[in-house]
């Protein structure tokens, strides 16, 4: 009986030990992602945020992480951000006009939207527009991960798509 309560108390005291570093491990990761949102890194935060979008468990620090993912998903759409970034990547010079010499098939097809969207982000090629559209992935996995969250009006307000919504993605 007495091994078996050491044995007990050691997997507790493992268990408590292990529990903050999970959350003390995703607190810099968060706040590096917003120190590169505060240099104008946009692109780059959201790809640091990944080790905490991938996680398994909920928590505060994830529900934070994912909004953030939102709104940086939903800047790059409205941004030359991406172009800039397309450009950089294959020796084309960033000058005005913005995206002149730039292949629109090559840059549709581009193989970093790919990255991007298995982190979740559901960026997609508008070919009448010629731009990326961002579908609010981030928004819809916030409703589904955390229904209580303070986020949840903006977040029914970016999943609805003119002429396609259904109800029950709509209003949960």
């Known amino acids: 009986m007495s091994a078996w309560r050491i044995h007990l108390a050691t997997v507790c005291l493992v268990l408590l030990a292990l529990s903050p570093g999970v959350v003390?491990?995703?607190?810099?990761?968060?706040?590096?992602?917003?120190?590169?949102v505060a240099q104008g890194e946009f692109i780059d935060a959201l790809l640091a945020l990944d080790p905490i979008l991938a996680e398994e468990s909920r928590s505060p620090?994830?529900?934070?992480?994912?909004?953030?993912?939102?709104?940086?998903?939903?800047?790059?759409?409205?941004?030359?951000?991406?172009?800039e970034r397309y450009m950089r990547t294959h020796?084309?010079?960033?000058?005005?006009?913005?995206?002149?010499?730039?292949?629109h098939r090559a840059f549709s097809?581009?193989?970093?939207?790919?990255?991007?969207?298995?982190?979740?982000?559901?960026?997609?090629?508008d070919e009448i527009a010629g731009f990326f559209n961002y579908r609010h992935a981030y928004a819809e996995r916030i409703l589904a991960e955390y229904?209580?969250?303070?986020?949840?009006?903006?977040?029914?307000?970016?999943?609805?798509?003119?002429?396609?919504?259904?109800?029950?993605?709509?209003?949960r």
């Open 61 to 83: 620090e994830q529900e934070k992480a994912i909004w953030l993912a939102e709104k940086l998903s939903a800047r790059l759409s409205a941004s030359s951000n991406l172009l």
């Open 147 to 171: 229904p209580d969250t303070k986020h949840r009006a903006a977040a029914e307000y970016y999943v609805i798509q003119p002429g396609r919504n259904a109800p029950e993605k709509i209003h």
């Open 91 to 103: 020796d084309i010079p960033v000058v005005e006009p913005l995206g002149a010499g730039v292949d």
């Open 24 to 36: 003390w491990a995703s607190a810099p990761v968060l706040s590096q992602a917003r120190a590169l």
């Open 109 to 125: 097809r581009w193989d970093f939207i790919e990255t991007l969207n298995a982190l979740g982000s559901g960026f997609w090629w």
